[in-house]
């Protein structure tokens, strides 16, 4: 009798410990939201989000919004339903987000914006924001125009999307730095929605309007800047000689036109946050304290640095 009561004794304990071995070894389920596919930086970051889930295991649900805020409030409405463990955020815009993130909140599932931030009256929506300092990248793009039209021309500025924090802050770092330089002038400013096809159109609008009053173009976005050059190589001038053009992003097609010398300088922002974002994801379900705002470093790069640089570029 003994012996049975030790024997059931045994069982139970490895029963109990096979059972917190399956519950330690659970698979985290992950949403993510992810804005689309207008850019080769925004590919370059949901290729690192899906690649870095695969290397750790995590079942990753995916969703393209095709640019539209409304896809993405749909999606993370999907995610809660699925009872997913945390949702990755590319957000489009800035607003609009307070009634589906108190509906994540209220299903205990933590929110982790990526590459971009949001404005809310209630900042507990969200865990953290991992992004660049957008306002940063405007600066250094201001101060490498100041520098290389030496403190005296006209500019033009193809900003991202309209309510996007990457495009207003971007704009808000370089208008406010450039001012510190009132002999170069912002001849205009206009949307081209981050990508080539409509940064090409607007350009060839400015080069119709301006022509060569035009000294630099900057670009909120490396396709914005690439469409740029295509329509100022129509328009029979050259890009980076006849106007200098600088971009935001460091993708290698930006390098690629540096080493071509149509482009002369960029400023990074990296677009590789896939395996950040989990290893944070999964320190908030742990419950540990995460700083609000993880900012990415990021640098500028110019065609002088180009050619041995491009080589190491991973996106």
């Known amino acids: 009798m003994r012996k049975l009561w030790i024997f059931a004794l045994l069982v139970s304990l490895v029963a109990a410990f096979a059972g917190m071995a399956a519950a330690a070894e659970k698979t985290l389920v992950v949403g993510f939201s992810q804005i689309g596919a207008e850019s080769g930086w925004r590919t370059a970051e949901t290729d690192s989000v899906i ?14 919004a095709q640019q539209k805020q409304e896809n993405q409030i749909k999606a993370i409405r999907s995610f809660i339903a699925q009872g997913v463990d945390g949702i990755l955020l590319a957000p489009v815009v800035e ?3 307070e009634p589906v993130l108190t509906e994540a909140q209220n299903a205990k599932i933590p929110v982790i914006l990526l590459d971009r931030g949001i404005t809310v009256n209630d900042d507990s929506l969200y865990v953290c924001k991992i992004t660049s300092d957008f306002v940063f990248e405007g600066r250094e793009a201001a101060k490498w125009v100041a520098k290389e039209l030496g403190g005296k021309g006209s500019v033009v500025q193809l900003q991202g999307t309209p309510g996007a924090s990457a495009a207003t802050e971007r704009q808000k770092g370089f208008e406010e730095e450039i001012a510190k330089t009132p002999d170069i002038k912002i001849l205009e400013s206009q949307t081209g929605d981050f990508t080539m096809e409509l940064g090409k159109q607007v350009m060839e609008a400015f080069l119709k309007k301006y022509g060569k009053d035009i000294n630099a173009v900057y670009a909120h976005n490396d396709d914005m800047g690439l469409g740029a050059i295509q329509a100022i190589k129509e328009a029979g001038l050259k890009p980076g000689e006849d106007i200098k053009i600088i971009t935001v992003d460091a993708t290698k097609a930006a390098f690629e036109a540096m080493v071509a010398g149509e482009m002369n300088a960029v400023v990074e922002c990296n677009p590789l946050l896939g395996p950040l974002a989990y290893e944070t994801l999964k320190k908030a379900i742990a419950g540990e304290k995460i700083d609000k705002w993880i900012v990415q470093k990021d640098e500028l790069f110019t065609k002088d640095q180009a050619a041995s640089v491009i080589g190491s570029r991973k996106y």
């Open 51 to 64: 690649s870095a889930a695969k290397e750790l295991g995590i079942d990753l649900k995916f969703s393209d």
């Open 95 to 97: 607003t609009g987000w």
